[in-house]
Nanobody, 113 residues
Framework: VQLQASGGGLVQPGGSLRLTCAAS????????MGWYRQAPGKQRELVAA???????KYVDSVLGRFTIARDNAKNTVYLQMVNLKPEDTAVYYC????????WGQGTQVTVSS
C-alpha cells in the first residue's frame, strides 16, 4: 500500500484544516489506519486511529478537536482538525495501525500567528 498525505499548511491558532490520505492497493478497506505526527525534536506519535469497521480512538491532546474518518470506496482517510494550537505544529503522516515499515510523504501543518 502506498500512502500520500496532503492538505497541510499554515494556519492561525484556532483555525482549521482537513488532511487527506490517498492510499493505493486492494486491501485498504480491511486495514486499520492512523494519522501520526512528528514535531521537531520529538518522536513520531499516533494521534488518531480508525479501524476497518470505523471505530475511532484519539490521543488525549487532540480529543474533541480532531476527527478521523475514512471512505473505503475512495481508499481515503481524512483528519479534520479544528481549534488548532501551536503545539499541533508537526509533519503529519498517515499509515496503517500498527504502521507499515514504509512511510509515505507527510504534510506540514504549522499553527502560528
Amino acid at each position: 500500500v502506498q500512502l500520500q498525505a496532503s492538505g497541510g499548511g499554515l494556519v492561525q491558532p484556532g483555525g482549521s484544516l482537513r488532511l487527506t490520505c490517498a492510499a493505493s492497493g486492494s486491501f485498504f478497506s480491511i486495514i486499520d489506519m492512523g494519522w501520526y505526527r512528528q514535531a521537531p525534536g520529538k518522536q513520531r506519535e499516533l494521534v488518531a486511529a480508525i479501524t476497518s469497521g470505523g471505530s475511532t480512538k484519539y490521543v488525549d491532546s487532540v480529543l474533541g478537536r480532531f476527527t478521523i474518518a475514512r471512505d473505503n470506496a475512495k481508499n481515503t482517510v481524512y483528519l479534520q482538525m479544528v481549534n488548532l494550537k501551536p503545539e499541533d505544529t508537526a509533519v503529519y503522516y498517515c499509515n496503517a495501525n500498527p504502521a507499515f515499515r514504509s512511510w509515505g510523504q507527510g504534510t506540514q501543518v504549522t499553527v502560528s500567528s
